[in-house]
């Protein structure tokens, strides 16, 4: 297959995925908030969580202006420099003054491990307390939100590069059983097609010379109200291609030729997974534009789904459907 025309997307296929406009919240919460901070009532943390493309940040920033609240991002593609269009990463014009943490903290040519997302935003947490403020733990990433609210302790084994670099020339499945072998037990509860958690475990093993261990944890020592938002699922699918589009005519595949500029590779850009990864297949020559704008949709929505299967369980999670709902949590928790 030829390389396609980097910038040429045809109207035919655009217009075949074009989706309605979502049905969305109406951003008016009443004048019952004050301003009010964590002297009142002691430290707390509020996490808004939910699917991608499901309204989080714009619910976290408008409830940030009305609480005094500021915001850190838990979301592991937002945490990148120069990949602002195709995660989701909120402007300065959308943030509304509100000050965001965790934005664009790692370089795309280098690994951002979740034991150092926990200090960083443990450390912001601190912050924005000592501020007198309310920090909004706003994202998608459930290990992220983990990490911070349930304390997950990570081993913190340094990376060795040599050894990567070996194990980066293999194949997922080829991962999968290296790490079958080595850890069993690991082996049934990791993504098998993720290379990066793969050869990480691989890795604590081959270091530690024990398996990897169990996951540990340490509790925020304060009240944690999690929110989660709720969508229809078809209306939640619409979201999803309306901002994918969105994302193209803003510029998204200039925004992988600009990482490949940088010095990342093709292979390092398909790591990032999801649209990105179908993105410099597409630019590679290795499918077709038709095949890119299919499989980078359908690989957002089945994320999407991974993501509300991730949090059904947790039943710490408040889950609303309005901003009413929202309202009256938050009112609640802060008395």
């Known amino acids: 297959m030829s390389t396609p025309h980097l910038f040429h997307l045809k109207p035919a296929i655009m217009e075949r995925y074009k989706a309605k406009p979502p049905v969305g919240f109406d951003y008016l919460l009443p004048q019952v908030f004050r301003k009010k901070g964590v002297g009142s009532g002691g430290k ?52 509304q003054g509100i000050p965001h943490y965790l934005l664009d903290v790692a370089s795309p040519k280098r690994r951002f491990t979740v034991v150092q997302y926990r200090k960083l935003a443990l450390k912001a947490i601190n912050k924005i307390h000592r501020k007198n403020k309310i920090p909004i733990l ?34 997922p499945k080829e991962l999968y059983r290296i790490l079958k072998k080595l850890d069993p037990r690991r082996a049934k509860t990791i993504e098998k097609e993720n290379p990066r958690r793969l050869i990480r475990a691989i890795e604590i093993v081959l270091k530690t010379k024990k398996p990897v261990p169990p996951l540990k944890f340490n509790p925020l020592p304060y009240p944690v109200l999690m929110i989660g938002i709720k969508r229809p699922k078809k209306e939640l699918k619409q979201r999803i291609k309306k901002r994918f589009f969105e994302w193209l005519k803003r510029g998204i595949i200039l925004e992988v030729i600009k990482l490949r500029k940088m010095g990342v590779s093709f292979k390092g850009i398909e790591e990032f997974g999801m649209h990105y990864r179908e993105i410099a297949k597409y630019l590679q020559g290795k499918i077709s534009e038709k095949e890119m704008l299919e499989n980078s949709i359908k690989e957002i929505q089945n994320y999407a789904k991974r993501q509300m299967t991730c949090w059904k369980s947790d039943k710490r999670i408040n889950r609303i459907e309005n901003y009413r709902e929202a309202e009256k949590l938050v009112k609640e928790f802060l008395k």
């Open 44 to 95: 707390k943390l509020i996490v808004i969580l939910g699917p991608t493309a499901s309204g989080k940040s714009e619910l976290a920033i408008k409830l940030a202006k009305k609480l005094n609240g500021e915001i850190i991002s838990a979301d592991s593609r937002q945490v990148y420099k120069e990949m602002d269009i195709g995660t989701g990463k909120v402007s300065k014009k959308e943030m």
């Open 138 to 171: 706003v994202g998608g990433t459930g290990f992220y939100i983990q990490a911070v609210v349930d304390g997950i302790l990570i081993p913190e084994v340094p990376p060795d590069w040599k050894l990567r670099k070996k194990l980066e020339k293999k194949s």
